[in-house]
Nanobody, 119 residues
Framework: QVQLVESGGGLVQTGGSLRLSCAAS????????MGWYRQAPGKQRELVAD???????NYADSVKGRFTISRDNAKNTVYLQMNSLKPEDTAVYYC?????????????WGQGTQVTVSS
C-alpha cells in the first residue's frame, strides 16, 4: 500500500512559475518510477513527465524546455518545476508511483492538485 500526496498547486498568471511536490508513504522498499499527469475538463488524462529511479526523465512535447521533473529517493518525493506557464497548462495534476514487488507491478495515484493559469 502506497499513499501519494501532492502539494504546490494554485493560481498563477501567464509566464509565472509553480513547483509541485508529491510525497510517497507506505510499505515499500523503493519506487521504480514516478511521474506527473494532468487532466483538463472534458479531456483525457495525459502524461506530463516521468522519471526513473536512476533519474532518467521524459517529457511531453508541450512542456519541454519549460518544466523540469526531479526526485529525492531518500525522501520518496518527486517534484515538478513549472516555468513559463501558459493558460493551456490549466488542469488537475496527478502524481503516479510505480512499485514492483517480485513479478507484480502496481500503480498508485495521488488525489490531484489544481493548477490554474490566467491570461
Amino acid at each position: 500500500q502506497v499513499q501519494l500526496v501532492e502539494s504546490g498547486g494554485g493560481l498563477v498568471q501567464t509566464g509565472g512559475s509553480l513547483r509541485l511536490s508529491c510525497a510517497a508513504s507506505g510499505n515499500f522498499a523503493s519506487i521504480n518510477a514516478m511521474g506527473w499527469y494532468r487532466q483538463a475538463p472534458g479531456k483525457q488524462r495525459e502524461l506530463v513527465a516521468d522519471i526513473s529511479s536512476g533519474g532518467i526523465a521524459n517529457y511531453a512535447d508541450s512542456v519541454k524546455g519549460r518544466f523540469t521533473i526531479s526526485r529525492d529517493n531518500a525522501k520518496n518525493t518527486v517534484y515538478l518545476q513549472m516555468n513559463s506557464l501558459k493558460p493551456e497548462d490549466t488542469a488537475v495534476y496527478y502524481c503516479k508511483g510505480v512499485v514492483v514487488v517480485l513479478i507484480k507491478r502496481r500503480e498508485y495515484w495521488g488525489q490531484g492538485t489544481q493548477v490554474t493559469v490566467s491570461s
